[in-house]
C-alpha cells in the first residue's frame, strides 16, 4: 500500500469520526448539529476533490492504453445500462402490478364474471417487466 492511499484512508476516516466527536461532545443543540453538518460537508467534498486529483490527476503514457480505457469504460456504460433498463422496468411493473392486481381482486369479489378483464390488465403491468428485458437483451447485444 502506497503512502498516498493511507493517507488519503487516513483522511476518510478522520473526515467520518470528527464530525461525530463534534456533535456528541458538549451539549446537544441546534448551532453543534450546523456546525457538525457543515464541517462533515466541506470535509467531504475537500476530500473528494482532492483524491479526485490524486487518483486521476496522472495522464497515460500510450494511446493504446488511453483507448483500452474508453473501450472498457463503453464496455461497463453498457452493462450498467442493461441493468438500470431491467431493474427500473421491474421496479415499475412492480408497483403497476401491485394497483392493478388489488383493484381486479377487489372487482372480482363483486363480479366474477370480469376474471378475464381484469387478467388483460394485470398483463399488461407485467408487460412493462418484458418491455424492459427486451431492451437489455438489446443493449447487451450491440455490446
Given at each position: 500500500?502506497?503512502?498516498?492511499?493511507?493517507?488519503?484512508?487516513?483522511?476518510?476516516?478522520?473526515?467520518?469520526?470528527?464530525?461525530?466527536?463534534?456533535?456528541?461532545?458538549?451539549?446537544?443543540?441546534?448551532?453543534?448539529?450546523?456546525?457538525?453538518?457543515?464541517?462533515?460537508?466541506?470535509?467531504?467534498?475537500?476530500?473528494?476533490?482532492?483524491?479526485?486529483?490524486?487518483?486521476?490527476?496522472?495522464?497515460?503514457?500510450?494511446?493504446?492504453?488511453?483507448?483500452?480505457?474508453?473501450?472498457?469504460?463503453?464496455?461497463?456504460?453498457?452493462?450498467?445500462?442493461?441493468?438500470?433498463?431491467?431493474?427500473?422496468?421491474?421496479?415499475?411493473?412492480?408497483?403497476?402490478?401491485?394497483?392493478?392486481?388489488?383493484?381486479a381482486l377487489g372487482a372480482i369479489s363483486e363480479d366474477s364474471s370480469i376474471l378475464g378483464k381484469s387478467l388483460?390488465?394485470?398483463?399488461?403491468?407485467?408487460?412493462?417487466?418484458?418491455?424492459?428485458?427486451?431492451?437489455?437483451?438489446?443493449?447487451?447485444?450491440?455490446?
Amino acid at each position: 500500500m502506497t503512502v498516498g492511499k493511507i493517507i488519503l484512508f487516513s483522511a476518510l476516516v478522520f473526515s467520518i469520526l470528527v464530525p461525530f466527536r463534534m456533535y456528541f461532545k458538549g451539549e446537544r443543540n441546534r448551532s453543534r448539529y450546523k456546525a457538525s453538518l457543515a464541517f462533515n460537508t466541506v470535509a467531504f467534498f475537500g476530500i473528494l476533490l482532492s483524491a479526485s486529483l490524486f487518483l486521476f490527476g496522472t495522464s497515460a503514457s500510450a494511446a493504446s492504453e488511453a483507448e483500452t480505457a474508453v473501450a472498457a469504460s463503453a464496455t461497463g456504460m453498457g452493462y450498467l445500462a442493461a441493468a438500470l433498463v431491467t431493474g427500473l422496468s421491474c421496479i415499475g411493473g412492480g408497483i403497476a402490478v401491485a394497483s392493478a392486481a388489488s383493484a381486479a381482486l377487489g372487482a372480482i369479489s363483486e363480479d366474477s364474471s370480469i376474471l378475464g378483464k381484469s387478467l388483460i390488465f394485470v398483463g399488461l403491468a407485467e408487460g412493462v417487466c418484458l418491455y424492459g428485458l427486451i431492451i437489455s437483451f438489446m443493449i447487451l447485444g450491440q455490446l
